[in-house]
């Protein structure tokens, strides 16, 4: 099965792109092939920062057809950081949501090339505090109850947020889920820590090239690779971080780093899961909800879910 598989899967990966000169177009044809769901959201744009009129940041609250928890889980998306946004996710938020009966409030951050890091960052790391803060926004009264979850890029964030709060003296929240994080700067066939990055790194739905120009484009200063902010795994101290469920995808170039996040994570004291979902192809969140895949990670996100506080 497995061999005849993977030839399957390469013929429906994504077709290769130069990032640099097409993400204008990548993101108008996802916008347009977005078909919008009949879902239940409320668009909202809060104000992170109070009397700054330029502190926006857009949100979107989806609602469950059945409301199972009272969690709330706070969404940043993938694409790299230059491509994806709050319009093209929308499907995936409204899936999220009832798939494991909780409200799912997605952020619309600002994308580079034209905000580099750390805009985007501080977009994010803005708008968890704010809720943190401020629950109530979400029809909250415990702020313990928000969980912190992000894709590819937005797993990046996700983990790099977590670092900021605790770096900057704010409580964070209790639990993440990082999805197929990007946790290290190196994708590199010749000089990555990682044989996932040689193993997948050309033949399925992201290649390291691709990766490598994202990069570039989110943080355009070499020196800067290498921050904890933006290489989570490079980060000396990753105590007082959130219990955290991380799930990777077996046939993607990013499985080896963020796997190897959830074991540092692990032995800097939090408590981890880790687990990484057969055949499966980097970006599948944004799967329909009756796939095999789909329905594996659900499965971990529900008892990960169903754990104590």
């Known amino acids: 099965m ?7 899967l390469r013929v429906f990966a994504a077709p290769r792109l ?10 108008r044809l996802q916008r347009h092939l977005t078909a919008l769901p009949r879902t239940r959201y409320r668009a ?5 920062v109070p009397g700054d009129p330029g502190s926006h940041v857009p949100v979107r609250v989806f609602q469950p057809r059945e409301k199972r928890r009272e969690d709330v889980l706070l969404f940043l998306h993938g694409g790299g950081w230059v491509t994806g946004d709050i319009e093209s996710y929308t499907p995936a938020c409204a899936t999220m949501a009832d798939l494991t009966g909780c409200v799912v409030v997605s952020v619309d951050y600002r994308l580079a090339p034209e905000h580099p890091f750390p805009a985007g960052l501080e977009d994010c790391y803005q708008v968890v505090r704010l809720l943190l803060d401020e629950p109530g926004r979400a029809d909250l009264d415990d702020p313990g109850r928000i969980v912190l979850v992000g894709d590819s890029a937005g797993g990046n964030l996700a983990a790099a947020v977590s670092l900021l709060l605790r770096e900057r003296g704010h409580v964070g929240v209790r639990r993440q889920i990082l999805l197929y994080p990007v946790t290290h700067w190196d994708h590199d066939p ?12 050309a033949d399925y739905r992201l290649t390291t090239t691709e990766v490598q120009d994202y990069m570039e484009m989110y943080v355009p200063d070499p020196a800067h690779r290498k921050d904890p902010r933006v290489s989570p795994l490079m980060a ?10 991380v799930i990777t995808a077996e046939l993607d170039l990013l499985r080896d780093e963020g796997e190897a996040y959830g074991q540092a994570l692990a032995g800097a004291g939090t408590a981890v899961r880790i687990h990484c979902v057969p055949e499966a192809l980097h970006g599948f969140i944004t799967l329909p909800r009756f796939s095999r895949t789909l329905r594996d990670a659900y499965e971990v996100i529900d008892e990960f879910l169903e754990e104590p506080l």
């Open 2 to 8: 497995r061999a005849l598989l993977r030839p399957l």
């Open 190 to 201: 010749a000089t990555s820590p990682f044989a996932s990055v040689r193993e997948h790194g």
């Open 18 to 27: 130069n990032m640099r000169e097409d993400y204008q177009k990548v993101r």
């Open 44 to 48: 909202a744009s809060w104000r992170t």
């Open 236 to 245: 000396r101290d990753l105590t007082a971080q959130p219990r955290t469920l």
